[in-house]
């Protein structure tokens, strides 16, 4: 499962809208992501310290432009399915007699651009290594035209998903679900989180294997199938990481399918749990019932925390969690649902409603589901509920 042509297509057409209402002549990307977003670039997860370079133009065919080591890994073969033209610079720092970032403005210009006004995304993997300026500077210092930074024209694109994207990351959650659904049955007293996350891991990647076609690896981490669960747990647990009755438990899970994510969060105890469990359970379970049915458009990020916030420090804890953040080509992406946030929820928003309940000594109760925002409200994409409660089969 992957995104087509047409969608790869219809983002670079909106980006020149974009472009074309700002009064720029063409967008610089360098953030492996944007270019993924707008261009299939198939070498995304080659980025390493190379940068690869992906340009928007109003007058030009979009070009890609990659390290010869990336280059040559393609074997000729084309490195994205839309773009026109690719063209290979020698090596990062330098490229020839120039450094990269030098080389890159050269081609800008050799694609009519010089003396123009372009957008610059910012520095997505800054290098710090005392010699090489922040890539971004370097491009507005050799560029022989205007530049802006224009980090935020893609990444507000991205907020909003479309039909292509929401079929990839309601799979996505859908294992991600399964993956909790799989711990939660193999969770036994004496075994070690380890054990236990490994053998979910293989049950669950057996079934993406055997159940979905054409797997692209995950934008974030490179790895080919989601089933990539991690679980913590609290109090006297963190430190063994054994399994042990009466100890509280967070089985936090995520799944990647054609580069987009799912998270399924669920917390719960083996045995029985203590009255005072209850009660810290009840108060989690509340917050993030009542912060997920705030949920619909045209409400913004800090409505949203403020539900959860007021139903913990009115029980008389303290507020430790934000209620999300957006869930796509990042498992943790804009908008950031978090205290003060002014950012209006849109249709098309995939968030995560995750607030909870800590106290030190005692452990921590919150839960996690993936939702999205849509006209009339909200469409809840991580449903299974299996161990929504205090006893862990």
Same mark, same amino acid.
């Given at each position: 499962?992957?995104?087509?042509?047409?969608?790869?297509?219809?983002? +670079?057409?909106?980006?020149?809208?974009?472009?074309?209402?700002?009064?720029?002549?063409?967008?610089?990307?360098?953030?492996?992501?944007?270019?993924?977003?707008?261009?299939?670039?198939?070498?995304?997860?080659?980025?390493?310290?190379?940068?690869?370079?992906?340009?928007?133009?109003?007058?030009? $065919?979009?070009?890609?432009?990659?390290?010869?080591?990336?280059? &040559?890994?393609?074997? &000729?073969?084309?490195?994205?399915?839309?773009?026109?033209?690719?063209?290979?610079?020698?090596?990062?720092?330098?490229?020839?007699?120039?450094?990269?970032?030098?080389?890159? $403005?050269?081609?800008?210009?050799?694609?009519?651009?010089?003396?123009?006004?372009?957008?610059?995304?910012?520095?997505?993997?800054?290098?710090?290594?005392?010699?090489?300026?922040?890539?971004?500077? +370097?491009? $507005? /210092?050799?560029?022989?035209?205007?530049?802006?930074?224009?980090?935020?024209?893609?990444?507000?694109?991205?907020? %909003?998903?479309?039909?292509? #994207?929401?079929?990839?990351?309601?799979? /996505?959650?859908?294992?991600?679900?399964?993956? =909790?659904?799989?711990?939660? #049955?193999?969770?036994?007293?004496?075994?070690?989180?380890? +054990?236990?996350?490994?053998?979910?891991?293989?049950?669950?990647?057996?079934?993406?294997?055997?159940?979905? #076609?054409?797997?692209?690896?995950?934008?974030?981490?490179?790895?080919?199938?989601?089933?990539?669960?991690?679980?913590?747990?609290?109090?006297?647990?963190?430190?063994?990481? =054994?399994?042990?009755? &009466?100890?509280?438990?967070?089985?936090?899970?995520?799944? @990647?399918?054609? $580069?987009?994510?799912?998270?399924?969060?669920?917390?719960? %105890?083996?045995?029985?749990? @203590?009255?005072? +469990?209850? #009660?810290?359970?009840?108060?989690?379970?509340?917050?993030?019932?009542?912060?997920?049915?705030?949920?619909?458009?045209?409400?913004?990020?800090?409505?949203?925390?403020?539900?959860?916030?007021?139903?913990?420090?009115? /029980?008389?804890?303290?507020?430790?969690?934000?209620?999300?953040?957006?869930?796509?080509?990042?498992?943790?992406?804009?908008?950031?649902?978090?205290?003060?946030?002014?950012?209006?929820?849109?249709?098309?928003?995939?968030? @995560?409603?995750?607030?909870?309940?800590?106290?030190? &000594?005692?452990?921590?109760?919150?839960?996690?589901?993936?939702?999205?925002? @849509?006209?009339?409200?909200?469409?809840?994409?991580?449903?299974?509920?299996?161990?929504?409660?205090?006893?862990?089969?």
């Amino acid at each position: 499962m992957r995104l087509s042509n047409d969608f790869f297509c219809r983002k +670079q057409e909106a980006v020149k809208e974009e472009l074309a209402q700002r009064n720029w002549d063409a967008l610089l990307m360098m953030n492996p992501l944007s270019i993924y977003y707008t261009m299939g670039n198939k070498g995304f997860h080659l980025h390493w310290e190379r940068p690869v370079f992906g340009v928007i133009s109003l007058d030009h $065919a979009p070009v890609l432009m990659v390290a010869n080591d990336v280059y &040559g890994h393609s074997e &000729g073969k084309a490195l994205s399915p839309v773009v026109c033209e690719v063209r290979p610079y020698q090596e990062y720092p330098y490229s020839g007699t120039m450094t990269t970032m030098e080389w890159a $403005a050269r081609m800008l210009e050799d694609m009519g651009l010089k003396g123009r006004t372009i957008g610059v995304e910012d520095n997505f993997i800054p290098i710090q290594d005392g010699v090489c300026p922040p890539w971004y500077n +370097q491009i $507005a /210092a050799a560029f022989r035209g205007t530049v802006h930074r224009g980090g935020d024209l893609v990444a507000k694109m991205r907020m %909003i998903k479309d039909e292509e #994207e929401l079929v990839l990351v309601r799979k /996505a959650c859908h294992y991600a679900d399964l993956m =909790v659904k799989t711990i939660s #049955e193999l969770i036994e007293p004496g075994l070690t989180e380890q +054990q236990v996350a490994t053998r979910a891991r293989a049950i669950v990647a057996g079934r993406m294997y055997a159940e979905l #076609e054409d797997i692209v690896p995950s934008l974030s981490g490179g790895r080919i199938v989601g089933g990539s669960p991690y679980m913590y747990a609290q109090s006297e647990l963190r430190e063994e990481r =054994v399994f042990r009755p &009466g100890v509280p438990i967070i089985i936090n899970c995520g799944a @990647t399918v054609g $580069a987009y994510h799912g998270e399924s969060e669920r917390c719960g %105890i083996i045995g029985d749990p @203590t009255p005072r +469990q209850r #009660e810290l359970f009840d108060i989690a379970m509340e917050c993030e019932i009542e912060a997920r049915d705030a949920v619909k458009a045209g409400v913004t990020c800090g409505e949203i925390d403020q539900v959860a916030k007021d139903i913990v420090t009115g /029980a008389g804890f303290s507020y430790w969690y934000g209620v999300g953040h957006g869930v796509g080509l990042l498992g943790h992406e804009p908008p950031w649902v978090r205290e003060h946030n002014p950012m209006v929820l849109e249709p098309g928003m995939c968030i @995560t409603i995750e607030p909870g309940l800590h106290v030190h &000594g005692e452990g921590s109760f919150h839960c996690s589901e993936t939702v999205l925002v @849509t006209a009339e409200g909200h469409e809840i994409l991580t449903p299974y509920d299996g161990i929504h409660r205090l006893d862990l089969p």
